[in-house]
């Protein structure tokens, strides 16, 4: 796995979300990203990861791209592919750049699933004491018990020298989750003051969010026909 960048700034904040519950990770970042003033500053590279290129706006979305805000002094790991089979790899990688950055702690934003409807608490765990009395008072739950999968759970395993802070938000869904991406965000502003509104991305996501449905409705809709048609030859 390669980390190239083409800027190098110092004692920055990495933030980093990556697909999961709810793709809040994800969505998370990207709304930041869309949100702060961002730029491209690096991607990781890896003949491990799919061979999958996405477009928005007429340009190449990197399936893992680094961004960096100036006013705040934020670099953003925004991953737009799932990194199973990867998970020591990245975080292998994102030590290597905080290090590189000089970070003054890296942020991992994770929804985690909930069976408890109606409940959309957000949680908080760090390495750090100072921090984690920091995000205590940003009104978040402790997470006392709980398991953590992925690049997020290595990163713990690891026990990394930078400071490692979690922000997750329970949902209830695997399909993209607006409300806890928006949890996540509330969080974050309150942690770090970036005075972003997160109202706007419960409608925006919640538009992506019904594309998404009707798109695996119909994946499901043209399996179901395939199936019947290699039945019918079959027979």
């Known amino acids: 796995m390669e980390l190239k960048l083409y800027k190098k700034p110092k004692k920055v904040v990495i933030i980093e979300g990556f697909p999961g519950f709810g793709l809040v990770g994800t969505i998370a970042t990207e709304f930041l990203i869309n949100h702060l003033k961002t730029e491209l500053i690096g991607r990781v590279k890896s003949k491990s990861l799919p061979a999958m290129a996405a477009i928005h706006g007429d340009k190449v979305v990197q399936p893992l791209g680094v961004y960096y805000n100036k006013q705040y002094n934020l670099v ?6 799932s990194p199973a089979g990867l998970e020591w ?8 750049l905080a290090v590189e950055l000089e970070a003054k702690e890296i942020i991992s934003l994770e929804g985690v699933g909930s069976t408890e409807m109606g409940k959309s608490r957000t949680f908080y765990y760090s390495s750090d004491k100072k921090k984690n009395a920091a995000l205590k008072k940003c009104d978040l739950e402790p997470l006392g018990e709980g398991i953590i999968i992925g690049v997020t759970g290595a990163l ?64 499901k809709a043209v399996g179901k026909e395939q199936e019947k048609k290699k039945l019918s030859y079959l027979g």
Request: hydrophobic content about 45%; some cysteine.
């Open 76 to 81: 953003i790991l925004h991953a737009i592919t």
């Open 89 to 96: 790899d990245i975080a292998d990688t994102l030590e290597k």
């Open 156 to 219: 713990l395993l690891k026990k990394i020298k930078t400071p490692f802070s979690c922000i997750l938000a329970e949902t209830h869904t695997s399909l993209p989750d607006s409300k806890a991406a928006a949890n996540i965000i509330k969080a974050l502003d309150s942690y770090l003051g970036l005075k972003v509104d997160y109202k706007p991305l419960i409608k925006t996501a919640a538009e992506f969010e019904e594309k998404i449905k009707n798109m695996l409705e119909r994946v």
